[in-house]
Structures are given as C-alpha cells and as structure tokens.
C-alpha cells in the first residue's frame, strides 16, 4: 500500500510569486485535505476536497486555492505569496469524509515553503 | 481562534509510568476527537480515534478519555516508553470536512 507523497519538498519563493505544491494519496483514499502549519504550531486546515470537489475550507484566502484529480491526487496553488506564508504544508488522505474511516487522516511529510 | 487547545507545550515521564496529555476544545459541534504522533521530519501519524458519542476508547497502552460537559479529552499512555518520546497533537473534526489541531506536547519518556 502506498503511503501519501507529497513533492517538493523544499521550495524557495520570492514575495508576489505564485507556488503549486503536489500531493498523491494513499492507495484507496478519495478524499485529500491540506494543512498548513508554521514553526511551534499545529497544522492549520487550509481546504478538503472529496470526489474533485472542495468539501471544505478553513480560514484562508481565496488565492489559496486548490485541485484533485480523478486519480484522487491533489495541487495546492498559492497566488502572490506573502511572508507569513512561509510554513510547512502537509497533505493528507482518508478514505470517505465521515465516520471513522472519513475522520483518521494518513499525512505526507511535507512541503517546506520559504517566501524571501 | 484556537478552538482546540493543548496547554502544555511538553511534559517529561519516566518509562513505565505513565503519561497524561490534556486537550481542551471550543466547539460543541465537534463530534470527532483524534490524537496524532508527530517525529521529526515526519507527517503527522494516526495514534486514536473517539467518537463524540463515547466516553473511552482503548487500544493497547494507549486510552483516550472525553468529557463532554467539560469539553475536555485526555490522553494516557501506560506503560510510557522511550519510543514514545514525540510530538503529540489533539485533532477535532466537525462534519467530517472541518478539522482543527491544537499546538502540540512534546513528550519526553526518560529510560
């Protein structure tokens, strides 16, 4: 079974410029969500998507927006990067949105995003 | 607005005794409580599960505890081991499309 894969996993990005971050989810998972989480905090949700469909967003601009894929794998575009957008972005699966199967979520090591 | 809380930003445990992580929560709405393990350069890694209906859920050396009225859930781990030095965070779900993480306890088990 292959686990979440997340690329690149260092990135570099000048203020203003604009980012795509990848994500393929664990095998038999159809539903990837994206996480945001800065230094000495925890993830923050940025937005879910189901079936190729947002499903839900958290607290986040529009120019955080995002894809999935009919293969069930994801992007996360950023428009005219900020500072404070320097983080480390994590993508995760689940299989389904509810019940336990919907909630327990099989995360990627990340994408570690630096805006100069 | 930190919805789900974890007040103790680490906590040290001799192996073999145990350990008690604390998690407070906001959010009545929320009906799916979570904690995760996080290792260094890792994703975060699934560890227990409670639905909102229940009050305890075990699974080996780990139990989580909910008390809905103080909107309050706990983990413990027993016996703590020295493999289970991480960081830990407590994840809630609404609807199963709106999660949040508290800020994370690292844990140090002490051989």
């Known amino acids: 079974e292959t686990g979440v894969t997340q690329s690149p996993t260092h990135l570099i990005k000048t203020r203003g410029q604009q980012v795509t971050l990848r994500c393929s989810s664990q095998s038999g998972h159809n539903t990837v969500s994206w996480y945001q989480q800065a230094l000495g905090q925890g993830p923050q949700f940025i937005f879910q998507y189901y079936r190729e469909e947002e499903n839900g967003r958290g607290n986040f601009p529009p120019r955080f927006s995002g894809l999935q894929f009919p293969n069930y794998s994801s992007e996360l575009n950023v428009n005219a990067l900020e500072l404070d957008d320097s983080a480390l972005y994590l993508c995760?699966?689940?299989?389904?949105?509810?019940?336990?199967?919907?909630?327990?979520?099989?995360f990627g090591a990340g994408t570690r995003l630096s805006v100069l | 607005d930190q919805q789900v809380k974890q007040n103790s930003p680490s906590l040290s445990v001799q192996e073999g005794r145990i350990s008690i992580l604390n998690c407070d929560y906001t959010?009545?709405?929320?009906?799916?409580f979570l904690w995760y393990k996080k290792y260094p350069a890792e994703g975060p890694t699934f560890l227990i599960s409670i639905s909102s209906i229940k009050d305890k859920n075990e699974d080996g050396r780990f139990t989580v505890f909910l008390n809905k009225s103080a909107k309050h859930l706990s983990l413990h781990i027993v016996p703590s081991q020295p493999g289970d030095s991480a960081v830990y965070f407590c994840?809630?779900?609404?609807?199963?499309?709106?999660?949040?993480f508290g800020t994370g306890t690292s844990l140090t088990v002490i051989p």
């Open positions: 959010n009545s709405m929320f009906d799916y």
């Open positions: 995760a699966s689940s299989r389904g949105t509810s019940g336990r199967e919907g909630n327990i979520q099989y």
């Open positions: 994840a809630a779900s609404a609807f199963g499309n709106q999660f949040y």
